[in-house]
């Protein structure tokens, strides 16, 4: 069982689901754009990916924060980039020609309750009926969105359905992992920092691979800054998904994909005009109740 954590910095992790849950569904409208001016996803991914950590290093340089990279290290961050990175996002990519957006996102929408049947099965902290209660208002409150719009699976796609299921399998083991494997000294600017250099190692020879090079355009059109946004929104996102988990755990995090979906539809709204009917009010509504449940109570370890 982790350690019990301070009450004080449980709340402050939990008021910071808002903005890691809006930044991630930013990234949603983003990816949209940059799809609409033709860019491909890996090559996407990879100029992403190759400006956060940019970022990051730049950040490790000023602050001085060095890290020196045992084995041990080398270890977690392959595992956090392949978890967090490669894996999901790969299976999302390969598999959205085949199954329906609506599909895909209500299975996303499974992550936290893989989280918690992880956290369980190894005991890496305590998961209270009230916790449980909430991820399952979550993922009603996903499944009233997402459902009506989510058609079945084209002929023969089946096989694709499973891939997507490696989104929320990676997605919610990888929270608990970090949860009990960060390395002693490791801030979460670092492994920030780690995690998306080793990500973009890993997708650049996919995208060349299997893709065009990504072409730079000078005079900066709408899908390379919608691709410098999602980045921005990356770089914010990592950051407070780490240092929530290091403040309650692994299982707390997850609930950010929650406050990330319906973030999305809101940025939706904004951007492209998008309505938002009477299920989403509606849903809004569960998922509030959802996030009072997983709400930490003073004097409780959860």
């Known amino acids: 069982m982790a350690a019990r954590t301070p009450a004080r910095a449980t709340w402050t992790a939990f008021a910071l689901l808002v903005p890691m849950g809006a930044a991630w569904g930013l990234e949603f409208s983003m990816l949209k754009l940059a799809a609409r001016a033709g860019y491909p996803e890996a090559g996407a991914l990879a100029a992403m990916l190759a400006i956060v950590a940019a970022a990051y290093w730049v950040a490790i340089a000023w602050r001085g924060a060095w890290f020196r990279p045992t084995r041990r290290i080398v270890v977690f961050l392959l595992a956090v980039a392949t978890l967090g990175y490669v894996l999901p996002l790969l299976a999302a990519l390969f598999a959205a020609r085949h199954v329906d957006a609506g599909v895909m996102t209500l299975v996303a929408s ?11 099965a190894f005991r890496t902290e305590r998961v209270s009926p009230r916790r449980v209660l909430a991820v399952v208002l979550g993922m009603a409150s996903a499944t009233i969105v997402l459902l009506p719009d989510a058609g079945p699976p084209q002929a023969g796609a089946l096989a694709w359905l499973l891939v997507v299921f ?49 072409a730079y355009d ?16 990356l770089l914010v996102e990592v950051f407070l998904y780490f240092f ?5 755990g692994g299982v707390l995090v997850s609930f950010g994909l929650y406050v990330s979906l319906f973030a999305g539809i809101a940025w939706g709204a904004v951007l492209f005009g998008e309505r938002l009917d009477a299920a989403t009010w509606l849903a809004v509504g569960v ?16």
């Open 110 to 120: 499974f992550t936290p309750i893989v989280a918690v049947a992880t956290a369980l």
């Open 166 to 214: 490696v989104v929320p399998l990676t997605y919610g083991v990888e929270s608990v992992y970090v949860s009990v494997a960060w390395p002693d000294g490791l801030t979460p600017l670092q492994i920030g920092a780690g995690q998306a250099l080793v990500a973009l190692l890993a997708v650049v020879p996919i995208h060349l691979a299997l893709e065009p090079p990504m």
């Open 218 to 233: 000078p005079d900066w059109n709408a899908g390379q800054i919608a691709i410098a946004v999602m980045a921005a929104c």
């Open 244 to 248: 929530i988990i290091r403040a309650t």
């Open 287 to 302: 998922l509030a109740a959802g996030l009072a449940l997983a709400a930490p109570r003073a004097g409780a370890s959860e």
